[in-house]
């Protein structure tokens, strides 16, 4: 059986309004089997007392938008140190003859916004020039769904297979003890531990690096492609930032861990009461500094390490089961993951874990009894990667790029699992920060002159429009053609109309499309574009055309690179290999450049 969470229910009342609603939450609250402890605002001490802790808050205002008295001293403790992990609903009493209609709730809910506050239940403001029960009463009534839904632990409905528990019954399995070296001694300190984000980075590798790293801001967001059924959701943000990016850049953003997920593992890692504590970490002397894990922290939380240093989503390791099975409490849990763990349980772990893309939540999930310990994981959880973007336009303030909302793992026997950075970034508001570097990608860059051939679909599209914004500010005339690739010309095309700007005014001398959905679509893939155009291409390249290609490595990148030697050996009557030699060759004097990822 799932046993609830309790939560706070908080009010803040000048003429008694508030705590009266409050003591009605409270009363229907025991009704409704939902433990909620009933406090006043000056009965919390410190703001500590309310961090990873589920939050009603009923508040008014007082004077003009100011705190009742009896939730001042909550309110400046909050302005001196916000709620940590708070998960919270405000219901705010005001009236609309004052100046500051719900003045104080409206600060209150904004502060707690800014402190990564999660908000899980919507935020309504009653008036009582017109009668606070016509919010107050509907608010109350749609309050308890989500309140349990946030209250009730959240686990992954997964369990063992009982035909795998049957063949693991009658296995002679290996109990032999072989214990995995502990690279970390640690000692749990006194104090929490009081760096932001990105402290350490330094000792992260920043793969390609070839700039500082600089904090930017959000100074523009906008969807381009909503989702549906057949279509990504795809973004547009702005990043204003000191580093001179021009056309072709591309640049690796640091990402963080999603808090929820974070929070679940700390919970499942039972953390919670040290999740900010600094842990001080001690090499083993006996390990060889060059085996080290050099993303690992000496000093850090596990707050912090899981949250930023940490890819938490990577498939395990053997090395990681290896070390389980010294955490489990339950035999049958430890012969588990013993034999997944073998030479012999490689393809029962291959259809467990891998094939479902089991997270490590997920994981821990299927073994009850294994709780292993932080320091450990430090040295089995490969670091957090950053994400890499192209620029798509320079702009006034610093740079644009675009990016779909990934999905890892769709929805059906296992939840939905999101991309860890498009989700981070899709939450992103105006003028909240990234870190960003920028990256090496010397031959991806527009020259002028020479024949341009740009390819690209999907997301893969966008760097071409910093590189018409370029051809067409130059004074040399350059034949420029545009090769792109979506499901949908309707749908979900990218900088169409952009893209048709510049073939309208001759800057583009062809810009040519495939859309893999559409019925009525004469070209499917960029490959069958330059197959209807092979005779323009081979013409452009015999002329000296720079090829730029950007899109993914396993479909894209292979399919173009087939088709250009496909287009050389027909018309210049070359081999199978000399095509692909004299491709290479192309790479090899920047003549086919890529911009590619997996």
């Known amino acids: 059986m799932t046993v609830m969470r ?88 005001g009236d609309s003859n004052y100046t500051e209609f719900g003045g104080f709730p409206n600060a209150l809910r904004e502060a707690l916004l800014g402190s990564q506050g999660q908000e899980f239940y919507e935020y309504q403001l009653a008036d009582d020039q017109v009668g606070l029960e016509l919010v107050v009463e509907p608010w109350i009534e749609g309050l308890w769904e989500p309140l349990k839904h946030t209250l009730t632990p959240t686990q992954p409905s997964l369990s063992l297979d009982p035909a795998f528990l049957t063949k693991l019954a009658n296995l002679n399995i290996d109990k032999s003890v072989s214990k995995s070296k502990r690279m970390f001694d640690h000692e749990l300190a006194e104090c929490d531990f009081e760096h932001v984000f990105p402290h350490g980075v330094d000792k992260m590798l920043l793969p390609f690096k070839d700039g500082e790293l600089e904090r930017g801001e959000v100074v523009d967001k906008r969807c381009l492609v909503e989702e549906s059924e057949v279509t990504k959701e795809t973004w547009e943000i702005e990043v204003k930032c000191g580093e001179k990016y021009g056309p072709g850049d591309s640049f690796g953003v640091l990402c963080q861990n999603g808090e929820q997920e974070v929070w679940d593992l700390i919970n499942r890692l039972k953390l919670r009461e040290v999740a900010h504590r600094q842990y001080n970490l001690t090499p083993d002397p006996s390990v060889k500094p060059r085996l080290l894990p050099k993303h690992v922290l000496l000093q850090c939380s596990p707050y912090y390490a899981l949250k930023y240093t940490l890819d938490i989503r990577s498939l395990p390791k053997k090395a990681l089961l290896s070390y389980l099975v010294e955490c489990c409490e339950d035999e049958r849990d430890e012969d588990c993951l013993r034999y997944l763990a073998s030479k012999e349980g490689s393809e029962d772990l291959n259809t467990m874990v891998y094939s479902r893309s089991l997270t490590l939540i997920e994981l821990l999930s299927l073994f009850p009894s294994c709780t292993p310990s932080f320091c450990a994981l430090l040295q089995h959880l490969p670091r957090l990667t950053p994400r890499y973007y192209s620029v798509s336009r320079v702009s006034a303030h610093g740079v644009k790029f675009v990016f779909n909302r990934v999905t890892c793992r769709a929805e059906g026997e296992l939840a939905e699992v999101r991309g860890v950075c498009s989700s981070w970034m899709r939450e992103l508001q105006i003028g909240d920060h990234v870190w960003l570097y920028r990256r090496k990608n010397a031959n991806f860059k527009p020259d002028v002159g020479a024949p341009v051939v740009m390819i690209g679909a999907g997301t893969g599209v966008s760097p071409f429009l910093g590189f018409l914004d370029y051809l067409a500010k130059s004074d040399t005339k350059t034949r420029a053609v545009l090769i792109t690739g979506n499901r949908y010309k309707k749908l979900d095309s990218i900088y169409g109309e952009e893209f048709s700007g510049y073939h309208s005014d001759g800057t583009l001398e062809s810009y040519l499309t495939a859309h893999s959905r559409d019925a009525h679509s004469t070209c499917k893939y960029v490959q069958d574009v330059i197959r209807k155009h092979a005779l323009e291409i081979s013409g452009l390249i015999d002329e000296g055309a720079r090829l730029y290609v950007c899109g993914d490595a396993k479909g894209l990148s292979v399919g173009v690179f087939e088709m250009v030697c496909e287009v050389l050996a027909k018309f210049k009557g070359l081999s199978e290999s000399d095509a692909r030699d004299a491709v290479t060759a192309m790479k090899k004097e920047g003549r086919y450049n890529e911009d590619i990822w997996t």
């Open 6 to 93: 309790s939560a706070l229910l908080i009010y803040g009342s000048q003429t008694g309004q508030s705590q009266a609603i409050a003591e009605q939450i409270a009363v229907e609250a025991e009704d409704k089997g939902v433990e909620l402890e009933l406090l006043c605002g000056d009965e919390i001490v410190d703001t500590e007392r309310l961090d990873n802790q589920v939050v009603v808050f009923v508040v008014s205002s007082t004077g003009e938008g100011d705190p009742p008295e009896n939730f001042e001293s909550l309110w400046a403790s909050i302005h001196d140190r916000a709620p940590v992990n708070l998960t919270y609903t405000l219901l705010g009493l």
